[in-house]
């Protein structure tokens, strides 16, 4: 959508960071590997928005895009052979460790990002929201 660009602003990064949290809370509870994997993806779409101003989600292509554990190509694999599996791949103190390095990451990147603080298509958006619900 050509609006896109307008309305992306460095404050999704909070958006990104929120999602993490409850993705993590979940993984904390259930130790099951899609919400860890959701952990990831998100804070990596969040630090790849930040640096490129784009929105990636896909997580096998932001691991060659941002920098990641190891592991996680490991993790995606056992995921598909049960979603709802646990982690075994490596520790949980490992895992910690490194969702706490990609939060701090996502920081930073926010802080350096080149994304406006305020969207510039605001009102063009607006108008476009409006033409969709008056054409329904």
């Given at each position: 959508m050509a609006l896109a660009p307008g309305?992306?602003?460095?404050?999704?990064?909070h958006h990104y960071r929120g999602f993490a949290h409850?993705?993590?809370?979940l993984f904390e509870k259930s130790?099951?590997?899609?919400?860890?994997?959701?952990?990831f993806r998100v804070l990596l779409t969040g630090i790849h928005l930040m640096r490129t101003r784009?929105?990636?989600?896909q997580l096998p292509t932001l691991l060659d895009e941002v920098?990641?554990?190891?592991?996680?190509?490991?993790?995606?694999?056992?995921?598909?052979?049960?979603?709802?599996?646990?982690?075994?791949?490596?520790t949980q103190e490992l895992v910690r460790s490194d969702v706490e390095a990609l939060h701090r990451?996502?920081?930073?990147a926010q802080e350096s990002s080149a994304l406006p603080g305020e969207p510039s298509a605001y009102d063009a958006l607006h108008d476009f929201v409006i033409r969709v619900r008056k054409s329904g």
């Open positions: 309305v992306l602003t460095r404050h999704h990064a409850t993705q993590w809370r130790g099951e590997l899609k919400p860890l994997l959701y952990t784009t929105v990636q989600a920098d990641s554990p190891a592991y996680l190509p490991d993790l995606i694999a056992a995921k598909a052979d049960a979603e709802h599996g646990p982690l075994t791949v490596v990451a996502l920081d930073e």
